[in-house]
């Protein structure tokens, strides 16, 4: 897997070429195709993101993240709907870390069935688990990476669920809006379980709910228990009926100031930073189990050499002394035949 073979259909330079100027220009056909060949590693991929990269860090990437159920897909259709309105090119990825699925459509369908899905201004793509060794957020970022290079902006990453792999994928977001609903003393669990750390807004979806100011007064409190931090941001708290499109605008003059923010202070450039680390970190990790993965062997040899450790045959540094200096090895051959 890691080292691919010298004999792997690859487009030549000139066809990669062509390929590239169509994704920047846009094409969705050429986009489309990009974001498979990422998603399934082809060979290509890793030079094809090579040469988009120069083209990226213009999008607004915005996280929308919440438990199932609380509207998300809805203000997201809402949110693209403004953005359409004031002749924004919108993407939305719907992340599910749940689904073995990729490119699959369990979340992406409500949105996909919407007016949207015939407008060629606004591209929806669904990333799952899948195969992907380097995690959710390394492939999510790849997508990210295309849709970006494309000219998309804002794009909108719509992840179920407030636990640790959703986390790890809104990192890849500028700005992190979570929506939550009345009523839910769950919800607020969730938020102390982590969402504090990474919301930028919050949305109370369901405003037309009895609870609404509870749960506004339950986010207060949380906030001001966090201690603050010297030039932090301080995450408004935006109320919603995603169904009528109540409160839309507000959301979106919230993310807006939270981008300005981000753009103007040093407490945002650390946080861009440690963002950047962290994708940096997932990319080379997932390039590394991969690696290691085909070092290991097919499942006879793997089998083979976890038995020898549990029989104490062969000591367990040693093997992975060995293990570590095959993946290098493989790393520096690959490396090699993608220049060549
Ligand atoms: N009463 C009320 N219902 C809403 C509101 N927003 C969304 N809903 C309804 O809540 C249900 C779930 O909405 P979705 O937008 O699918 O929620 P989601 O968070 O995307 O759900 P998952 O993708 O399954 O996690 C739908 O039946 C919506 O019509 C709202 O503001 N008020
Ligand atoms: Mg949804």
Do not use: C
């Amino acid at each position: 897997m890691s080292s691919s073979p010298a004999n792997a259909p690859s487009p030549a330079a000139p066809d990669l070429d062509a390929f590239v100027a169509r994704v920047l220009a846009g094409e969705q056909r050429a986009g489309a195709r990009a974001m498979r060949l990422v998603d399934d590693r082809a060979p290509v991929a890793a030079e094809l993101l090579r040469r988009l990269h120069p083209h990226t860090g213009k999008a607004l990437v915005v996280g929308i993240t919440g438990n199932p159920g609380s509207g998300k897909s809805t203000l997201t259709d809402q949110l693209v709907r403004a953005y359409r309105a004031r002749g924004s090119k919108v993407a939305v990825v719907a992340v599910d870390p749940s689904s073995p699925f990729s490119g699959g459509a369990i979340l992406g369908d409500r949105i996909r069935m919407s007016a949207h899905a015939t407008d060629p201004d606004v591209f929806i793509r669904s990333v799952a688990t899948r195969g992907h060794l380097g995690g959710l957020s390394a492939s999510t970022f790849d997508v990210v990476q295309v849709l970006d290079a494309m000219g998309y902006s804002p794009i909108f990453l719509e992840t179920v669920g407030v636990g640790q792999d959703e986390i790890d994928v809104v990192r890849v977001a500028h700005t992190s809006v979570v929506v939550l609903v009345p009523g839910l003393g769950d919800d607020i669990q969730a938020i102390k379980a982590g969402i504090l750390e990474i919301a930028d807004v919050f949305v109370v979806n369901k405003a037309d709910r009895d609870g609404i100011e509870r749960t506004i007064k339950d986010i207060r409190g949380l906030q001001a228990l966090a201690a603050g931090v010297e030039g932090a941001w301080t995450p408004p708290v935006v109320r919603t009926i995603a169904t009528r499109g109540d409160g839309v605008d507000e959301v979106i003059a919230a993310v807006e100031a939270h981008a300005a923010f981000a753009e103007a202070s040093s407490y945002a450039r650390d946080r861009a930073r440690l963002r950047m680390a962290h994708v940096l970190e997932s990319v080379v990790i997932g390039r590394l189990r991969e690696r290691y993965a085909a070092a290991l062997g097919d499942e006879a040899t793997a089998t083979a050499r976890l038995d020898a450790l549990l029989a104490r045959d062969r000591d367990l540094y040693a093997e992975a002394d060995a293990l570590l200096a095959q993946v290098l090895a493989d790393g520096a051959r690959t490396d090699g035949e993608e220049e060549a």
